[in-house]
């Protein structure tokens, strides 16, 4: 295998046609480019250069040599530079996180992609576990969760908490809390969390309740940007993360009440926990924690 310092040397000296400006160039000394010359043709067994005094011409073998080598020994050297260049909006960064905070995050961090447009969000939604499961796997460079992680592979750290919202239609009165009759008439609306928003938000604020599951159900989504659809239609209350109300699309046809007793999830930032973070994550990170202000 041809050693790659002593082709750039010798590639350097046939663009230069003097070892004096070639050493210059290379920042090493005359003697130190003659003696690369002299391994890389012990090394091949022949010679490259026709030596008349202080000039010299190429052999055959060195003008092929030079040929085949001068692409190599160049991509070689930009290699090198791309290894060591670290750029802060270039490059992808793969996202992962529940979908309420996906609705609140996301247009942020396209909006930070259209300022720098080499730099590419891969954006999932997902559940903790799935979450979980591709930070350990190194699928995903960070991921945001409503849980601690298990895993031993995975980093979390606390940066901001989204508040549980009790969400009617707008026909109740905004600024009056319902009663548990009142959910008790309207029914629930279902979604995948359903279960465990509401009991812990309904549970810490009526004392009537015991399970969701014996409000009477009006209805039931899997997509966070749906859920509140039927809500504003009438048809029922839900209980929903901050970020999600947040984001829908018609907000004059439901209210969102804080209650007395207010209940918030922790999100926590999760990465490899032996795995260094390029500049360009660093960059999301720090645009992302910005933007998950506390709800």
């Keep these: 295998m041809i050693n790659a310092v002593w082709l750039r040397t010798f590639c350097s000296l046939v663009e230069e046609g003097h070892f004096t400006r070639t050493a210059k160039r290379l920042h090493m000394t005359q003697s130190g480019v003659s003696q690369h010359i002299q391994k890389l043709e012990q090394q091949l067994g022949l010679a490259l250069l026709s030596r008349q005094g202080k000039q010299f011409m190429l052999t055959e073998a060195g003008e092929r040599l030079y040929a085949e080598g001068r692409d190599l020994s160049s991509a070689l050297v930009n290699l090198s530079q791309r290894i060591k260049d670290d750029p802060a909006y270039t490059g992808i960064v793969r996202v992962m996180s529940p979908g309420s905070v996906g609705l609140k995050l996301y247009p942020h961090l396209l909006a930070l992609q259209c300022l720098h447009p080499k730099l590419v969000i891969d954006?999932?939604?997902?559940?903790?576990?799935?979450?979980?499961?591709?930070?350990?796997?190194?699928?995903?460079?960070?991921?945001?969760?409503?849980?601690?992680?298990?895993?031993?592979?995975?980093?979390?750290?606390?940066?901001?908490?989204?508040?549980?919202?009790?969400?009617?239609?707008?026909?109740?009165?905004?600024?009056?809390?319902?009663?548990?009759?009142?959910?008790?008439?309207?029914?629930?609306?279902?979604?995948?969390?359903?279960?465990y928003h509401a009991g812990a938000l309904l549970a810490a604020n009526y004392p009537q309740f015991q399970h969701s599951n014996l409000l009477q159900k009006k209805g039931f989504s899997n997509q966070i940007s749906l859920i509140l659809q039927p809500v504003s239609l009438g048809l029922g209350f839900t209980v929903l993360p901050a970020y999600a109300v947040e984001a829908f699309a018609q907000p004059e046809l439901i209210n969102s009440y804080r209650l007395t007793n207010s209940v918030a999830e922790t999100l926590y930032l999760g990465t490899r926990r032996d795995k260094s973070l390029p500049n360009r994550v660093q960059t999301v990170i720090a645009e992302s924690i910005r933007r998950l202000k506390i709800a």
């Excluded at 026909?171 to 959910?183: I, Y």
């Design 123 to 195: 954006y999932r939604f997902a559940p903790n576990s799935a979450i979980e499961q591709a930070i350990a796997e190194q699928n995903v460079d960070i991921g945001f969760m409503t849980r601690m992680s298990s895993r031993a592979e995975v980093n979390c750290q606390s940066v901001a908490k989204e508040t549980l919202l009790l969400v009617t239609p707008a026909t109740f009165e905004p600024s009056t809390q319902p009663s548990w009759s009142d959910l008790e008439a309207l029914g629930f609306i279902d979604h995948p969390d359903g279960a």
